[in-house]
């Protein structure tokens, strides 16, 4: 059961680091990307929209209206 738990652990941790270098890869200069932007970044991540809202503290709610106006766009 232990053994379960760190490897959940390192997996967790592994994905929020890959999110986080793939963030600060895709700066421009001094430009950071739009709230948007980050968003489509991460869903592309594969990261639920939850998660999106934690990483960017902002609410569920903004982040799924992004995500379907995304879609609207595809």
Do not use: C, F, W, Y
């Given at each position: 059961?232990?053994?379960?738990?760190?490897?959940?652990?390192?997996?967790?941790?592994?994905?929020?680091?890959?999110?986080?270098?793939?963030?600060?890869?895709?700066?421009?200069?001094?430009q950071t990307l739009s709230v948007k932007e980050q968003i489509e970044t991460l869903h592309r991540l594969n990261i639920r929209p939850t998660?999106?809202?934690?990483?960017?503290?902002?609410?569920?709610?903004?982040?799924?209206?992004?995500?379907?106006?995304?879609?609207?766009?595809?």
């Amino acid at each position: 059961m232990a053994k379960n738990l760190d490897l959940d652990s390192t997996e967790s941790t592994n994905r929020l680091l890959r999110v986080m270098i793939a963030l600060l890869l895709r700066r421009d200069g001094e430009q950071t990307l739009s709230v948007k932007e980050q968003i489509e970044t991460l869903h592309r991540l594969n990261i639920r929209p939850t998660e999106i809202a934690q990483i960017l503290g902002r609410t569920p709610t903004h982040v799924n209206k992004e995500l379907t106006g995304l879609r609207k766009t595809k």
